[in-house]
């Protein structure tokens, strides 16, 4: 085994010891949280993926679903609106 102590006191070994299990510690948590944020983006992008396929069945399986999902996009848009000026309000 190497003598790791040799011309330095038994603490400094200890000290330097710590300093390089908190940077790897440091290191390892921000690989995880970089994990974790694709991971949240991947079952985003899964639940939009499910979305656009339920919208797209609904708009070709026939004119009442048409005629239900225009209702659905200008109440949106409406909602948007609405949101978009009390936001604009509250800013002044």
Known sequence: MADWGRGQ????VDDMLDVENKRMADNLATKVTRLKSDSDFMSVTGLLTGSVKRFSTMTRSGRDNRKLLCYIAAGLVVVFFIL???VSKART
């Open 9 to 12: 006191s038994p603490n400094a």
């Open 84 to 86: 978009y000026y009390l």
